[in-house]
Structure formats: C-alpha cells, structure tokens
C-alpha cells in the first residue's frame, strides 16, 4: 500500500495536523509516495469499494531509529464516500509529519 499525496489539498491537510499537533511547519516537499505495511483490522481489502475496511499501517524503518516512523490506523467507508485517519499514538506525530516533507 502506499500513499500518494494529491498537491495542494494534501499540503493544506499537513498544515492542519501540524497546528492541531502543535508542530507549526514552514514548508512540505511532497514525496512522490510513501509506501506502507499494512494490516488488516476489519473487513475485506478485496471488497474495498463495497464494505468498511480498517487496517493498521506502518512506514519506516526501526521504530527507535528512523525519524519518518509512525504507525496510523487508515479506516476505509468508500461505500459512505470518506476514509478516516486516526493516529496510534502522540509520539508518531513527528513521523507522520517528516515522511510528507515538513520543514520546520
């Protein structure tokens, strides 16, 4: 899985976490993608489009020693017309933030 983000709507969507994290950043330079590990929390990936599907996703290397680490939960209700992001832990934040492209 990876995500993609979408130019200026993903920028302003970063700008948002980062206030509501507390972490104001200057500047994002989009990656290109960010892959993922996924797994599977609830419903069928192969029915996406049909039923909710919740998965826990990770990116980065060792949790300890990579700067990009997080793990978020991504809940899929493509059938309901939104996905839902909702963070695993506070200390991810950072993570989250630096595999966007944040400059502080």
Do not use: W
Request: aromatic residues 12%; without cysteine; charged residues 25%.
């Amino acid at each position: 899985m990876v995500f993609e983000p979408q130019g200026e709507a993903t920028i302003n969507l970063l700008h948002l976490q980062a206030k509501l994290y507390g972490h104001p950043v200057q500047t994002f330079e989009l990656p290109k993608e960010i892959p993922l590990t996924a797994a599977t929390l609830g419903g069928d990936p192969d029915k996406l489009r049909d039923e909710a599907v919740k998965l826990k996703v990770f990116h980065g290397g060792d949790e300890e020693g990579d700067p990009q680490y997080f793990e978020l939960f991504v809940n899929f209700h493509l059938d309901e017309g939104y996905v839902e992001l909702a963070e695993k832990d506070p200390d991810y934040r950072l993570g989250v933030l630096r595999s966007f492209g944040a400059h502080f």
